[in-house]
C-alpha cells in the first residue's frame, strides 16, 4: 500500500498540478491538508475520474483535510476528539484495507502570544490521547498529514532562526516527542535516520525554494503494527518546483501486505 499525504495549500488553485501527480505517482491512498474549500465545493468529480473515494472534511478559505482511497473507506470520523466545540477542519479518519489511516492538518501555532499556541497544544494533547486510544485496540494505523512541527535541529535551514517560532519551540517538540514516545514510529526517520537537508515545505518568499531553505513539518506516525510494515518512505520534491505549486511536496509511505 502507497499512502502519500500532501498540504495542497487550495486545491481548487492547485487541481491541475494534484491530478497530474496523482496520475503519475498512483498512489493507494492520498491525505490532504488545506484544501481550503467547503465539503461541497471539493472538486470530487476530478478524484473519482482518478479512481478514488473521497472522504472530505471542508471549511471556507481555511484549512480542511480530506482522504482519498482506491478502496472505500469505511468507519469514516471527520473531528479529533476531546474538544467538541472545536469546528475547525482538521482532522478526518478511516479504515482502508484494514488499516486506520488519519489525514491532520495540526495547527500552526503562531504568533505565540496569542490563543493560536496554547490551541496548538491542546490539539496535540487531543491527538496523543487519540493516539493512545488507537493503539489500545492493538490495530494497525497511519497518522499523516501536516503536523507543522519541525521534530529536530537538521529538520529546519537554520535552527537558530527558528527557536522562538511555534513550529520548533521547545514545548511543541517536548509534544511530539510525548505522542512518539507512546510507541509510534516516525516513518521517515526510522527509513532516514541520517537524512539531512530533508525539507517538505519551502515557503514562497525569499527565495526559500531555489535556495533550499526548507522545514520537515509534514510527518507519518505508525503504529507498532503498522511500521513491521514499513518499506518505505520518501520525499517526493518535484510538485514543488511546477508553476502555481504549493509551498509543500508530497511525502510518500510504502507499507507491505
Not at 488553485?13 to 488545506?34: I, Y
Not at 496548538?120 to 490495530?139: P, T, Y
Not at 537558530?160 to 516516525?186: Q, S, Y
Request: glycine letters at 6%; proline letters at 7%.
Amino acid at each position: 500500500m502507497r499512502i502519500a499525504t500532501w498540504n495542497v495549500n487550495s486545491v481548487k488553485a492547485r487541481l491541475g498540478n494534484v491530478t497530474e501527480w496523482l496520475d503519475s505517482a498512483k498512489p493507494d491512498v492520498v491525505l490532504f491538508q488545506e484544501i481550503k474549500c467547503e465539503t461541497a465545493a471539493f472538486p470530487l468529480q476530478a478524484f473519482q475520474d482518478l479512481g478514488y473515494h473521497c472522504a472530505v472534511v471542508g471549511q471556507k478559505a481555511y484549512n480542511g483535510v480530506a482522504l482519498l482511497s482506491r478502496e472505500e473507506p469505511t468507519d469514516i470520523i471527520t473531528r479529533l476528539p476531546g474538544e467538541p466545540e472545536d469546528e475547525q477542519a482538521r482532522y478526518v479518519e478511516a479504515t482502508v484495507g484494514g488499516i486506520r489511516i488519519a489525514s491532520l492538518y495540526l495547527p500552526n501555532g503562531n504568533p505565540v502570544g496569542t490563543e493560536k499556541y496554547p490551541y496548538k497544544l491542546r490539539w496535540m494533547d487531543r491527538l496523543k490521547a487519540h493516539a493512545a486510544s488507537l493503539l489500545a485496540q492493538e490495530i494497525p494505523f497511519v497518522l499523516g498529514g501536516d503536523y507543522n512541527v519541525i521534530p529536530e535541529a537538521r529538520d529546519v535551514y537554520d535552527p537558530a532562526a527558528w527557536i522562538t517560532d511555534a513550529l520548533f519551540r521547545p514545548e511543541t517538540r517536548a509534544k511530539f516527542r510525548e505522542i512518539t514516545h507512546l510507541g509510534l514510529v516516525e516513518a521517515f526517520r526510522a527509513v532516514h535516520p541520517d537524512a539531512d537537508r530533508a525539507f517538505t515545505f519551502w515557503d514562497y518568499q525569499a527565495g526559500a525554494w531555489p535556495r533550499d531553505n526548507g522545514l520537515r513539518i509534514d510527518h507519518f506516525l505508525l503504529s507498532p503494527q503498522a511500521a513491521d510494515r514499513l518499506v518505505g518512505c520518501a520525499i517526493d520534491k518535484g510538485p514543488r518546483g511546477k508553476e502555481k505549486a504549493s509551498d509543500h511536496t508530497p511525502v510518500v509511505l510504502e507499507l507491505v501486505a
